[in-house]
């Protein structure tokens, strides 16, 4: 299993600013993800983030509005940048992990709630 | 374009009594479909897996069935407790392409 903390639990944010999401891993991965969940909907998948490469965007996700760095293999980043209203959501990291049969699962970590004004 | 539906938004039930929450998917060959828990201000938990050859899987109170003709997953918890209160998900990943797609959840209310 992983166990993953996220940095700020919480934010309140000035419409315009940008905010940096913190996700550190206790173990090393090669892929970290990014999902954002609005209000009463499920997940949807932002970015994966491989260690030394570009992280690859979902469509309608863009690097200039969610950039993402992923300086080694147990630390990821995420910027919400030139926030709006429809920012506000909580955001989550995930990572997976392997079960037997080679399939895998997804660990999460306890996401970041933005509110944005 | 696919499309994942998770039955209801809420389903309450009596303690004691089983839930059955549903998953019905379209335009989707997965290679398997999970069932995660989500309790309030967390990230969801993995609970099951299943394969698309698979029909059933159990771990304890838990029950999932699998059926590729119909493109449904039932997901049942025996002998609910209210500690089971929470948002239930289910997530496919298709055989083409390895993205986990979620449902957009159904909230479980067991009454004592």
């Known amino acids: 299993s992983a166990v993953i903390s996220q940095k700020p639990s919480r934010d309140i944010c000035q419409r315009g600013t940008s905010l940096t999401i913190q996700c550190q891993v206790d173990s090393q991965v090669t892929m970290m993800f990014w999902y954002r969940q609005q209000p009463g909907q499920s997940l949807t998948l932002i970015a994966t983030?491989?260690?030394?490469?570009?992280?690859?965007?979902e469509s309608g996700f863009v690097i200039d509005k969610f950039p993402i760095s992923r300086p080694n293999l147990t630390f990821s980043t995420l910027t919400v940048s030139n926030m709006s209203p429809e920012d506000s959501s909580i955001y989550l990291c995930s990572v997976e992990g392997a079960l037997a049969g080679g399939d895998n699962e997804q660990f999460f970590g306890p996401g970041t709630r933005l509110t944005v004004l | 374009s696919q499309k994942i539906e998770q039955n209801s938004e809420a389903l309450n039930i009596q303690e004691g009594k089983t839930a059955t929450l549903t998953c019905n998917y379209t335009?989707?060959?997965?290679?398997?479909l999970q069932w995660y828990r989500q309790d309030p201000g967390r990230g969801p938990v993995f609970l099951l897996l299943?394969?698309?050859?698979?029909k059933e899987k159990r771990k304890e109170r838990l029950k999932v069935t699998f059926d590729t003709t119909l493109k449904q997953s039932l997901f049942h918890i025996t002998a609910s407790q209210p500690a089971d209160s929470a948002t239930y998900l289910c997530?496919?990943?298709?055989?083409?392409?390895?993205?986990?797609?979620f449902g957009q959840g159904t909230i479980l209310t067991v009454h004592p």
């Open positions: 335009n989707y060959s997965p290679a398997y």
């Open positions: 983030a491989n260690q030394g490469s570009e992280a690859t965007y």
């Open positions: 299943i394969r698309e050859n698979e």
């Open positions: 997530a496919l990943r298709g055989t083409s392409y390895g993205k986990l797609t």
